[in-house]
């Protein structure tokens, strides 16, 4: 972990959805982390005008490199930047990657349970890749409420998860607008509870998205009988 | 030693307003906290002031009601960059709940429903420096934020303003608590930028 600011270098983006991208951040050296961490980003105008934010990191490209993917909010001051301007090459500077709460490794090997709403599942597909590339037997469900098609991150390689991986089972629930044949609407609670491991799996649960989303899953699991103790929680923008 | 990013202007929202370094103006109210919101009754809720050497202090909903109440208006920043201006809240000032406490200890331990805890200098709890809230905006306060009463520190990163407080340890020697042993700076001055370790 690093204290101070590095400079680091763009070396890839990629689109994920209309509104959000991949970009993929190069340091000088090495750098480690876990999943779930997230760094600080601090960008700095010709003027010395400067703005920071934190995002999670997505992926970890050991030795030298990790991703972030950014979606682009309406009124945010930094986001549209990150999605629509910044290029392959440019530098910035990062500190971290930091946080040592909402964090998983492959050693935990009992019941992991993810649920993301929208943007939330970059943290935890942080933690889906690491369980793949390690072989976790750690069994694993994602439940992954997202507005329509079309703001699914990382859909190719979620499926791809699914199949090679046989310990993961992922859920996505579509509030707005679903592909034929699914049920749409609201995430309900029945559908959380039968998408989640019961309590009596004492799964380690990391529940990341809006408060609102946050607040309603983590109060449904807890009515539900699981241990207020064993869920994590992460919660995006307000 | 900061360097241009090539293409960023920025909004310059903040031009005008006195933040501390690497924040910037929110007018929403982020939620923040490491696990679900505990739920707790009124009729249950106690507070308690516990000074070492069996001396404790406690308090109940209506006597804290009973207590001579206060209006804060101030600005809170968050280790997450945002910072919010003129926040407004009611409560029970700490040198009150005080005024009977015997210690000589330095440091404190605040502790609350559901597990949370952080660490607080005496210091930084007295003299009008922090309070027990109960209002936001002329309104209970939500759950979400910390309702029924959170401790507020304003002069310090608000994961020191612990939600659903129900007590303070006081201790001889400064420990760490929840987010100080996840990461987090051990007094957390926003002006000095004390975010991490």
């Not at chain 1, 600080?40 to 920071?52: I, K, S």
């Not at chain 2, 739920?39 to 249950?44: E, S």
């Not at chain 2, 009977?100 to 003299?127: I, Q, R």
Request: charged residues 20%.
């Amino acid at each position: 972990m690093k204290r101070t600011w590095q400079v680091v270098e763009v070396s890839a983006v990629r689109p994920e959805t209309a509104r959000a991208r991949t970009v993929r951040l190069r340091f000088p050296d090495a750098v480690v982390g876990v999943p779930g961490q997230h760094v600080d980003l601090r960008l700095t105008a010709e003027d010395g005008y400067q703005a920071v934010r934190s995002y999670s990191v997505a992926a970890w490209v050991p030795p030298r490199e990790l991703e972030l993917t950014v979606e682009e909010l309406d009124d945010g001051e930094v986001s549209p930047f990150l999605v629509g301007v910044l290029s392959v090459g440019d530098q910035l500077e990062v500190r971290g990657p930091v946080g040592g709460w909402f964090t998983w490794t492959p050693d935990l090997a009992g019941p992991l349970q993810l649920i993301a709403g929208g943007s939330g599942v970059v943290p935890l597909m942080a933690m889906l890749r690491s369980h793949s590339e390690a072989r976790s037997a750690a069994p694993t469900r994602l439940l992954y409420s997202v507005r329509s098609p079309e703001h699914v991150f990382y859909r190719g390689e979620l499926a791809v998860i699914e199949q090679e991986d046989t310990q993961v089972m992922i859920d996505i629930a579509y509030s707005r607008e679903a592909p034929d044949g699914q049920r749409v609407g609201r995430l309900t609670h029945e559908a959380v509870t039968a998408s989640c491991f019961p309590p009596a799996d004492a799964p380690a649960i990391y529940i990341c998205g809006s408060t609102g989303f946050v607040e309603a899953v983590a109060a449904w699991l807890v009515e539900d009988g699981h241990d207020a103790g064993r869920i994590r929680t992460e919660r995006y923008g307000g | 030693m900061a360097i241009p990013t090539s293409g960023f202007t920025g909004r310059r929202q903040n031009r005008d307003a006195d933040l501390p370094p690497g924040q910037y103006l929110t007018d929403s109210f982020p939620v923040l906290s490491a696990g679900p919101t505990p739920h707790v009754l009124l009729a249950d809720w106690t507070f308690r002031i516990d000074a070492g050497a069996g001396e404790a202090h406690q308090w109940t909903w209506d006597q804290l009601q009973a207590l001579p109440q206060e209006d804060i208006t101030t600005d809170i920043h968050c280790v997450t960059h945002w910072s919010k201006l003129g926040t407004r809240w009611r409560g029970v000032s700490l040198d009150t709940l005080f005024e009977d406490v015997e210690s000589d200890a330095e440091y404190t331990m605040v502790h609350s429903y559901g597990g949370y805890t952080t660490n607080v200098p005496l210091d930084d709890l007295l003299d009008g420096k922090a309070w027990i809230v109960h209002e936001f905006d002329g309104e209970p306060l939500a759950p979400a934020h910390g309702g029924p009463a959170r401790l507020l520190v304003p002069h310090l990163y608000f994961w020191k303003s612990a939600k659903w407080v129900n007590g303070i340890r006081l201790m001889e020697q400064d420990l760490p608590g929840f987010w100080e042993t996840n990461g987090y700076n051990m007094y957390g001055d926003p002006w000095r930028e004390e975010r991490y370790w």
